[in-house]
């Protein structure tokens, strides 16, 4: 199968390399067409714009930063738009709010085209090894299509129906990601301002009732302050503004979250954007008795 693929960040660069080393043939595409050499060395072709992509896939998928981004590849010049139409699919994997989706729905169906988002739960690790968590909706015909390509770069898929169900399940499942982390820092700072090791923390979180991956994972670098990012910070706190937002649409009170998202904030503004999410345990650490 050849597929299209456009944003080589930190996600589309290990999920566009899975696919190469599965055997699929991959046209792929970057704003900074640079970042594209490293793909080629292991077989993928280059596409100019987007349009050029489209062209020659049959189905394309994109992993961009935001809504804005999103958006921009298919409705600008050289854009998805160009070249989309029937008998071609295209699949956004993009984290952005459902409105945005819908948006970018409803012009790739207008041409005869195929729409599906396909948000996913996961980062850097989980990408690079095939373990993403795959929220779609949208064309089902289009998602049954892909399950091969879904099938490499994760290790479940979910179809959830109408298009908007899969943004708005990504961006549930990264609110809750995001006020988890905050608590998991602010427990990590209590327990050593208390006299306690936040090491012993770690292990006791590990064999109770809360034990979780991210925890496991993060907690170690995040007591070194290494926060080399998975998941930028940035990404983070757009998704529980996103997130919050679809809240106040549905009138859910999220005190929570909004706690969690000023963290989130102070940490962006204080230059920590570009670090992993985890990089919020740094602004707690901050705060003075």
């Not at 714009?49 to 189905?59: D, E, M």
């Not at 009732?209 to 998941?231: D, Q, T, V, W, Y």
Request: charged share 20%; proline share 4%.
């Amino acid at each position: 199968m050849e597929v299209g693929f456009l944003g080589l960040g930190i996600m589309g660069k290990a999920m566009s390399m899975n696919l190469l080393k599965n055997g699929f043939k991959v046209t792929v595409w970057n704003r900074t067409l640079s970042k594209c050499n490293e793909l080629v060395e292991f077989g993928a072709s280059i596409g100019e714009t987007p349009a050029q992509v489209v062209k020659k896939c049959r189905l394309t998928i994109a992993m961009l930063s935001d809504p804005a981004a999103a958006l921009s590849v298919v409705f600008d010049k050289d854009g998805v738009l160009e070249q989309i139409g029937s008998g071609k699919g295209y699949i956004d994997m993009s984290t952005v709010d459902p409105e945005t989706s819908s948006k970018i729905s409803q012009a790739i169906t207008s041409t005869g085209g195929a729409f599906l988002e396909a948000p996913v739960s996961g980062s850097k690790q989980p990408a690079e090894t095939g373990q993403l968590v795959i929220l779609a909706a949208g064309d089902k015909g289009l998602y049954e299509e892909s399950i091969p390509a879904f099938d490499v770069l994760g290790k479940k898929s979910f179809f959830l129906g109408q298009v908007g169900n899969g943004a708005k399940m990504k961006l549930v499942v990264n609110m809750i990601m995001g006020s988890m982390m905050n608590a998991f820092s602010e427990g990590l700072v209590l327990s050593e301002r208390s006299g306690l090791n936040p090491h012993d923390l770690l292990d006791v979180l590990d064999l109770g009732a809360i034990a979780n991956p991210m925890f496991r994972g993060k907690g170690p670098a995040m007591l070194k302050s290494n926060h080399s990012p998975a998941f930028p910070l940035k990404h983070q706190q757009k998704d529980m503004r996103l997130a919050l937002a679809l809240g106040d649409e549905n009138a859910v009170s999220m005190p929570v979250a909004a706690a969690a998202n000023e963290s989130f904030k102070k940490a962006r503004s204080m230059g920590l954007g570009d670090l992993d999410f985890s990089a919020v345990y740094e602004i707690l650490k901050m705060t003075k008795d």
